[in-house]
């Protein structure tokens, strides 16, 4: 067996108990020792004469010891060490608190390196429990650049950094090189074990760059031809075979004209349906883009061609919403439509899954309860979802596994920078709806503090005289998260609304509802008889409600950037001047920075790059719903120039080598092949 893949109890000073610590982190076999990168480094590299070292500065010194470590009892149970050192510029007096051995440790006229924190006052320095070694230790964590890991309760940045020291001397051999040579020339890549090594416990900072960009490119050069090879493989995938329709004829019975974008998207589609293989695309468009209407069309398109479609919504309101638009879109040609969602009764259910089997609906749009087990389709011939990023990727695959080889379409609002979806959906085709519906106004936004609640009262109360609605949303309170002060919860928000307010109506949605409770009062409001809709972030997606003209969102500083953005995309939808105020007391300089950004600009891909950029891509994503495995070293955002680049490289060799048979990619494969395994579900 590969010595990487050896359990780490087994590595000399780990052991069962430890082993279950660095399991916690993710770390399970000496590979995944060794590629546990550092969190960050601490530069200890150079020594700074005493003298020169000012009060509050973390530094490295060099100093004799001016006195043997004496013994300081302050009280029972407090015990100091204490001594001087000096180097030729000054003198520091160190403290230890309660490690009493170190005692028998300092002698005077020791040479000493130390790590601490300088604390000068009236030209008298101290440390205390600074870090300190003999000079000229072996393994030191003095006098060099260190590194610094993430840990757990019962693990030390010691115990890590020996662990990880004794795995890179023992494997250094092992460690494949997975980048074939030509590549590494061409990109000017550092070699494996040298970039393990520095990525550690680097030389210098140069060294530690070289490893790094090493690294960043290797890991992604290997999600990108793992996703290639994955494309390739659903490219070569048959499908059934759709024949040319007029489209103009579903086109002229809107009541709009389609944009260019969504007729382009439409296109695609159609071309990926008429290939004989199987489509796999995404259509990506900012909210409001007219995604439903690109949908409709190729719902359109197959029946005409005789065959069924699926349509998910990830939630009942979106479900019920989108079956009222699609039915009104083609309800009118002798579709047969079909809803079927979890509120709906058990006999509702019965019907709908009885006229499924028996081919008699053209066209079912419904909730995950639409790849429930007891689910037939006689004929599944196209599947959507809309708004991909809130379903795991397997449901997605488990109702594509209801017909046969069915052409997917996947929907997504979440507006994401090229290169990123690039990635992410590396093994979907993309159409990017980037024109809006023409008259589309600009939605004005404004980011204000809490003094400003006597005025922003006086303006709902103006556009509801007009005649508008208004949404007010509240951050999602989890039942376990203490409320921290300032914090609404929607039903306590709505109650003083409606007390500020008593002869509007007011009304509340919240996660705790029952579906059909929530589906109750979203129709009320879309009718128009609720003027203030509190609720949570349940309408963050898809509701179309064009009366709406006012978005308030509480505690906005609770928001990611690019849900505000989708927030506010609820309003602005109809003919009516619309706004968006984001109220957060929050005086923290980013997240005012963050607001601002949203009342600068309406451009959901724009957002998104900032929001990108200030959080990260880890957070961005929250979880890890959009099936990208978790990134070591590679951060995507910063490190986007290396994406390009790996991407590219990635693209040539596999077309050059499809199979990656060549004998100098054989290691190469090899790890491509580990990615799948090991993700398996989420690259699925
Ligand atoms: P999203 O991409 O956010 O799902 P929708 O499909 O809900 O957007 O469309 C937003 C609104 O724009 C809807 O009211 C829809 O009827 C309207 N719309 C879509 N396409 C056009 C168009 N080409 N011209 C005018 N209005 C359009
Ligand atoms: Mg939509």
């Avoid at 007729?263 to 990926?272: H, L």
């Amino acid at each position: 067996m590969n010595y990487l893949e050896t359990d780490i109890r087994y590595c000399k000073g780990i052991g069962e108990k430890k082993a279950l610590l660095f399991n916690k982190l993710g770390v399970f076999t000496v590979r995944d020792l060794v590629s546990y990168f550092p969190r960050k480094y601490e530069d200890r590299s150079s020594f700074k004469p005493i003298a020169l070292t000012c009060d509050g500065e973390t530094v490295c010194i060099n100093a004799l010891a001016a006195e043997d470590a004496h013994l300081v009892r302050i009280r029972r149970g407090l015990e100091l060490v204490k001594f001087r050192v000096v180097d030729e510029s000054g003198s520091v007096d160190i403290t230890f608190f309660n490690q009493p051995y170190i005692k028998n440790n300092i002698h005077r006229g020791d040479s000493l390196n130390i790590y601490g924190k300088i604390i000068a006052v009236g030209g008298k320095r101290t440390m205390t429990n600074p870090v300190i070694e003999r000079e000229g230790a072996v393994g030191g964590v003095t006098g060099r650049i260190v590194p610094v890991y993430g840990l757990t309760t019962g693990l030390s940045q010691k115990i890590v950094m020996s662990a990880v020291r004794q795995a890179l001397d023992a494997c250094a051999s092992d460690l494949p090189e997975v980048l074939p040579e030509s590549l590494r020339k061409k990109y000017k890549l550092a070699q494996t074990g040298y970039a393990y090594e520095n990525i550690h416990f680097p030389a210098s900072f140069e060294d530690l760059e070289l490893a790094r960009r090493r690294l960043v490119f290797e890991e992604l050069f290997l999600l990108a031809c793992a996703l290639g090879r994955m494309k390739g493989s659903h490219a070569k995938q048959s499908g059934i075979l759709m024949h040319g329709q007029n489209i103009e004829e579903f086109f002229s019975s809107l009541p709009f004209i389609p944009t260019g974008a969504q007729r382009r998207a439409v296109a695609d589609a159609v071309r990926d349906m008429q290939s004989g293989m199987a489509m796999n695309r995404l259509v990506q468009g900012d909210v409001g883009s007219g995604k439903t209407l690109v949908a409709a069309a190729l719902i359109w398109y197959v029946w005409k061609n005789g065959h069924t479609s699926a349509f998910m919504a990830p939630t009942e309101i979106l479900a019920e919403q989108h079956f009222e638009t699609l039915s009104a879109f083609l309800a009118p040609f002798g579709l047969r439509i079909g809803k079927l969602t979890g509120s709906m009764t058990a006999k509702q259910k019965r019907e709908v899954k009885a006229e499924l089997a028996a081919g008699e609906l053209d066209l079912v749009i419904g909730t995950h309860a639409l790849f429930s087990e007891d689910v037939e389709y006689s004929d599944l011939a196209l599947v959507i979802t809309d708004e991909q990023h809130r379903f795991g990727v397997n449901q997605r695959s488990s109702l594509i596994s209801k017909g046969e080889k069915p052409h997917v379409l996947v929907m997504s609002a979440t507006p994401i920078p090229r290169t990123l979806a690039l990635i992410i959906y590396g093994d979907l085709d993309i159409s990017v709806i980037d024109e809006m519906p023409p008259g589309r106004q600009k939605v004005d936004t404004f980011a204000v503090t809490e003094s400003y609640r006597t005025r922003l009262n006086g303006f709902i109360r103006k556009l509801v005289s007009e005649g508008r609605q208004v949404f007010v949303v509240c951050p999602m309170i989890e039942e376990n998260e203490e409320l921290p002060p300032n914090v609404k919860s929607a039903q306590e928000h709505a109650a003083e609304l409606q007390k500020y307010f008593p002869d509007l109506r007011v009304a509340c949605v919240h996660g705790k509802l029952r579906a059909k409770e929530k589906n109750d009062i979203m129709s009320t409001f879309v009718a128009g008889d609720i003027d203030i809709l509190v609720s949570t972030t349940v309408i963050e997606v898809g509701v179309d409600v064009p009366n709406a003209a006012l978005m308030i969102v509480e505690n906005a500083d609770r928001f990611g950037l690019s849900q505000l953005h989708q927030l506010r995309g609820r309003v602005g939808r109809g003919e009516h001047k619309s706004y968006c105020v984001l109220v957060s007391d929050s005086d923290n300089e980013a997240t005012r920075a963050r607001l601002k950004i949203m009342t600068k600009t309406n451009d959901g891909f724009k957002i998104s790059e900032e929001d990108l950029k200030l959080r990260g891509p880890g957070d961005f994503f929250g979880s890890r719903q959009h099936g990208l495995p978790a990134m070591h070293i590679a951060d995507l955002c910063s490190d986007m120039s290396v994406l390009q680049t790996a991407q590219q490289a990635a693209q040539e060799l596999l077309l050059s080598d499809p199979e990656l048979s060549a004998p100098e990619h054989a290691q190469l494969k090899t790890a491509v092949e580990r990615l799948f395994t090991l993700n398996a579900d989420a690259l699925n």
